[in-house]
């Protein structure tokens, strides 16, 4: 069997209003973060713009804005219930993030 070729996929547009859509749907400016994402996954995309009140631009909401604003949340989770006690150093170690800290030099330094 003969492998055939991909097809080639040929932008002919030049200008962005080329391959815009007519009515974009948007998000309010007054809407949570958890909407806005729940909105993109719901209609598959993966940016929106952002409106004021008057229907105006003010923005756009990406999944990249979404997972980079949450990577700069830093969460400790407690240990489960069952842990506590049980090892009076990890416990004290973890709630110090001492381990954590050194992770974190040692990339720091790798860098």
Known sequence: MKASKPQRMILEATKAKDMMRPNPVSIEES???????????????SAAPVIDGAGRPVGVLSHTDVLMHDRE???????????????PAAEKELASGSRLRKRIKLRSKRS
Do not use: M, N, S
């Not at 729940?38 to 209609?43: Q, T």
């Open 31 to 45: 809407a949570t973060i958890r909407e806005g994402v729940a909105f993109l996954v719901d209609k598959g995309f």
């Open 73 to 87: 949340q830093v969460r400790h989770l407690a240990p489960p219930e069952y842990f506590r006690g049980a090892d």
